[in-house]
């Protein structure tokens, strides 16, 4: 399992995902699935994944070393694209090569051909800009409505984002609420695991403000975990008492 | 869809369901989940219901109008159950008789034969519990360590569960978090819809305390609602700042 959000509003994009792989309960690995894509004053490029490693690496891999634009003949990079919609049409692209070389072999094995990305960033002239990107390589984009995609394991830590991510709300209560949203997520999945990466990008800064592994020992993510616990206890305690009760 | 849980602290019982079903977007009905079977000074049993309709509202007819215990040849009704595990091994039997019945149609017809069911209350002489059967008729119990079961849409409601109720939990709050747990799985899928059945047990009330449906326009739920949402606001603002941010 994986679980990757990322939120974006008005003043920057969080970007997070875990890190645990699995091929049984028996069979637990750690692999990186925030892949940064980043030259400082240019462009910030992130891309979560969620799906087969295999597809999903593969999908990363063509992206960093270029994939041919069947319209024009040229190799396109991520690094070298020249908008954010140009990335999304780019990871599509990716996916659909992998479903090229490698689709029919899975479909013999009885391995289905899923995977769903998170591709967020800025490219200078562009605003910041959020996709997700399906198995078929087609994408959606997060919007002022709904400033929020998850990919994965997302139900447990989505009521959270629900309730308290607004477009206006800033970058540090962001990335406090996609902290909270996979820490309620790794307590009810074990498939989904310690360490988590985070990377924030501020609007227009052109360069990554966090790039960080957050550990099982990080005192910041213990303290919000406890914090968050007891100021939930506190809420539903002052919440009147359900006039449905007699006693 | 269906979401339901039941939540069993020191001093009593709550169990909610919500009345939604579905075939298909486009084929909503309502239909009560939660069953009461009662007779005050004597007992007190509920049942709530995920899975196929035809196949819950079978069992909970076998088990009002009798099954026969092939061990003695008696047809036993959950109203003359003796215990509460009496009343799980009745439910049980209930769930393999429909079966027996329908099952061989049902495969046939490749609708899967899939039904989870809470079974919680009080019999005279015995304490309060909280069981979770499953489609084969075998069943679990809640304990101190896990005071509540959910079944149907379960992810969306857990995280408030796992977070803040305890054994030692009263009776108001766990209703409240009850409620709370139905609204975020609400918010998030459509198959889980109004009205909420609700029900309270005391321990060793042997009556029930609430026996009530919430509307679309109940105040106090909307203000439970409201009261949430605002308290997960202060909740997360009063976290300290993140350390990983520069600026």
Redesign the interface.
Known sequence: MTYCCGILVRDGLVMMADTRTNAGLDNISTFRKLHIFRKDAERAIMIATAGNLSITQSVVNYVTEGVENPDTGEVERLMDAPTMFAAAELVGRAVRKVRDVQGKALEKAQISFETTMLLGGQVKGGRPRLFMVYSAGNFIEATHDTPYLQIGEL??????L???VQYGTS???A???A??SMD?TM??NLGVGMPVD?A?L?TDALAL??D?RIDNVDP?FH??RD???V?????????????????
């Open positions: 139900k447990y830590g989505k009521p959270v629900d309730r308290a970058v540090e209560d990335l406090k609420l902290l909270i309620s307590r009810s985070i924030v501020r403000e966090v960080h910041y303290e919000l914090r968050w616990s100021a939930l206890r506190a809420a539903h305690t002052a919440i009147p008492r359900p006039p449905y009760l007699k006693s």
